[in-house]
């Protein structure tokens, strides 16, 4: 019996952790956190085991399948497969035109360092600007405040929790991500240790979350509010004369314009609209400009909302003001060892405008939320054929279900995926990649947004089987087969794809701010130091770095851009119209927000009994007075309605939810025709997004708005035990 030890990062989620897999003949028979990884020391959340369950899933799909004219599938060779799906996507676009072709790239793309090299190529080979990710579901408002205050949208501040002495949380759940926008592994630890040292933590949130549980303070917010609540917190520091932008004011513009700003949104004023009383706000503004250090967090739920642009800028605003920007224990930016911010673009904006409704690109995308309407309008420039790579917007953006029914009308669809799921059932060709067991890995992304300085090279633990293909090898033959250009552009694609993702990541490193680069021989980082250091190496502590990192053309951080300036009108009219309205807020209404859970990722974890076991986990939360006034109770099946659909779900009644406040879990909904997820068909659960909204979003930056959907809740369908079986598609 051969028995080996293997280190790795885990790739599933944002937080990277450290991994210790025991093998023996190839199989797992151990799997534990790290201790010597630097960033995580050996945490572990439920989700890694989910590694090696998808790595033996019976239900991944090895080979390239063709959906036959009966519905079933039929197993194709790479080659023609590829060939195919060159030919019909070529036909489209001369056909049609070079916009007729979508591309929806879904979030495990960041996930890998090989389809992060090599997309973007592709992308830019197809032409089309009908291009949409993952990005404009959860986080774009944070790049959007990032490029217009520092010039580059990966220029992201990352809170330096375990340094800080007050930690301020707003619309997020760490201790259940281990940090969102902010890699941080072991987050319960890191937070017992805050407290550890006398410092606070204060969480803002609809529903007492896990990590409220942990805070000295939380505060129940309205959903869609906290806009109104930063405004607020800074109406207090500017008007008693408590700013202090620290060691970051001699580069800031336009601090007279933020103070005029705030000025209408005193904490009395918006009191009414957050649910959080004015003497609160004013307490919370005192103490965090009164802290030694201090840092603002905010997440999902201040980004997934109507004026989620404006609730990042104003993130940003309260740490700088309170001069905790660019300071050990507020927010400091990473110094990682591949340079994101040099490699990839700084993030433009409204260079084109979605065809139906008018929504502007950024960073050469189009807000997901109109991918539909592109597809099911007809005209000029309708969208017809379209290509996935690891996404299934059809139960992660909003109204899935019109996508659902959209995705059924194209000529014609392929997806890179290794599941036969909810969005790829309507392709036409799935060309499934290799696991991640079966190659290697490096953060590109995640380590953008550590809490700490770090670089880990994991190699693959299982080699692939000799006909499988790397997404890298997918994306890069497909390039292959669709260039046309120059004969030097495709020379210089052909040396990348010569290269690998290793050759490249190892020019990365040689030219970071670690590597060799100029340096005498035998100094500076190499991929092979860090592939020899297994368990990862400590790169250090987030240290200040403005002005030098700063991409704006002033070299100032542009404290008050004039998209947010002139987007606080819609703040202002929606603060008026509470003001004049006899009843600030309508007690029969109940607002749907999401949760996030810790024995799931999005939608694509609920086939691994291991994770699955136990109680139904999607569920509707609701508090106790709104079930009594409904005259519902616990473990009752509710019908939950909004404007764009309806589901049925489970009650679960909880004090931990703010009264008019309900919340259902993302990434469920596994019960339409022809999937395979087979655990998943014994708990289907439903589709948040089927309640979503996809003409509901944040205007400024095009993001779906996810929290504060109006929804009613109303006793189910007696009759009904369980949700309706899966037909099963044939492969």
């Known amino acids: 019996m ?23 003949d190839d199989e797992i028979v151990d799997l534990r956190g790290d201790p010597d990884d630097p960033l995580s020391q050996g945490h572990l959340c439920p989700k890694a085991v989910a590694l090696q369950d998808i790595h033996r899933d019976p239900d991944r799909l090895r080979h390239p399948l063709r959906r036959r004219a009966d519905g079933g599938w039929e197993r194709l060779g790479w080659d023609e497969a590829l060939d195919t799906v060159a030919e019909r996507l070529r036909a489209t676009q001369r056909r049609y035109g070079r916009d007729s072709l979508a591309v929806y790239l879904g979030n495990p793309n960041v996930h890998n360092y090989g389809s992060l090299l090599f997309g973007p190529p592709l992308l830019r080979l197809l032409k089309t600007k009908n291009r949409f990710s993952a990005t404009s579901v959860d986080q774009l408002p944070h790049h959007l405040a990032a490029q217009q205050m520092f010039g580059h949208m990966l220029l992201l501040p990352v809170p330096d929790i375990d340094r800080t002495g007050f930690l301020l949380v707003l619309g997020a759940n760490p201790l259940a991500s281990n940090g969102s926008m902010m890699t941080a592994p072991g987050f319960e630890r890191r937070l017992k240790e805050l407290l550890a040292r006398g410092g606070r933590l204060v969480v803002v949130d609809p ?166 309407e592109e597809i099911l309008t007809e005209g000029e420039g309708q969208i017809r054929a379209l290509l996935t790579v690891a996404g299934n917007p059809v139960l992660s953006t909003p109204n899935g279900a019109q996508l659902d029914k959209a995705l059924g009308k194209l000529d014609f669809m392929v997806a890179i995926d290794y599941y036969l799921n909810e969005t790829t059932r309507h392709a036409d060709i799935i060309l499934p990649p290799t696991s991640a067991l079966e190659r290697d890995h490096y953060d590109l992304v995640f380590n953008l947004l550590a809490v700490h300085n770090v670089a880990k090279y994991s190699p693959p633990l299982f080699e692939p089987a000799p006909d499988a293909r790397h997404d890298w090898q997918i994306l890069a033959q497909l390039h292959r087969r669709l260039d046309s250009s120059p004969l030097p552009a495709r020379f210089r694609h052909w040396l990348s ?28 980082l190499t991929l092979k130091k860090v592939e020899n250091a297994v368990h990862g190496l400590d790169l250090g502590p987030l240290q200040p770095c403005l002005p030098d990192r700063l991409h704006t053309p002033s070299k100032r951080i542009e404290l008050a851009p004039a998209i947010f300036l002139a987007n606080l009108a819609r703040l202002q009219s929606r603060l008026e119209a509470v003001a004049a309205s006899s009843s600030s807020i309508d007690s029969t209404a109940l607002l749907l927000v999401g949760r996030r859970q810790v024995r799931s990722n999005n939608s694509w974890m609920h086939n691994y009994p291991r994770l699955m076991r136990g109680k139904d986990r999607c569920t509707l939360l609701m508090h106790p007075d709104d079930a009594r006034q409904r005259g519902l109770h616990e473990g009752q099946r509710v019908s939950v309605t909004s404007r764009t659909g309806q589901v049925e779900v489970p009650l679960e009644v909880s004090d931990q939810m703010m009264p008019g406040v309900v919340s259902l879990p993302h990434g469920w909904g596994h019960d339409r025709s022809g999937a395979r997820l087979l655990v998943a068909q014994q708990h289907p659960g439903a589709s948040l997004n089927d309640l979503t909204d996809d003409q509901f979003i944040d205007p400024l930056s095009g993001n779906a708005a996810f929290s504060g959907v109006p929804v009613e809740v109303r006793p189910g369908d007696a009759a009904t035990d369980k949700m309706p079986a899966i037909e099963s598609g044939g492969s």
């Open 207 to 372: 529903r007492r979350t896990e990590t409220a549980r942990l805070a000295d303070t939380h505060l129940f917010v309205r959903p869609g509010t906290d806009a109104f609540l930063l405004m607020a917190l800074l109406q207090v520091i500017f008007a008693e004369q408590l700013e202090d932008l620290g060691t970051v004011a001699s580069y800031c513009d336009s601090l007279a314009e933020v103070r005029a700003a705030v000025a209408p949104f005193a904490p009395e004023r918006v009191s009414s609209i957050t649910g959080i009383a004015a003497e609160e706000i004013r307490r919370l503004a005192h103490d965090f400009v009164a802290a030694p250090t201090a840092a603002c967090y905010g997440r999902l739920g201040v980004s997934t909302q109507e004026f989620g642009g404006l609730c990042l800028w104003l993130v940003n605003l309260l740490n700088a003001v309170s001069g905790n920007l660019d300071r050990q224990g507020g927010v400091l930016f990473t110094r990682p060892a591949v340079d994101a911010v040099a490699h990839f673009g700084r993030g433009r904006r409204g260079r084109w405008k979605s065809r139906v409704r008018g929504l502007e690109e950024f960073a050469s995308e189009l807000p997901v939320a109109t991918l539909a």
């Open 497 to 524: 794809a010569r290269l690998g993702p290793r050759g490249l990541l190892s020019l990365g490193l040689r030219t970071g701010p670690y590597g060799s680069g100029w340096r005498p021989f035998g100094q500076g």
């Open 2 to 24: 051969s028995s080996r030890t293997h280190y790795r990062a885990c790739n599933l989620c944002e937080a990277i952790c450290g991994l210790v897999i025991r093998v023996e």
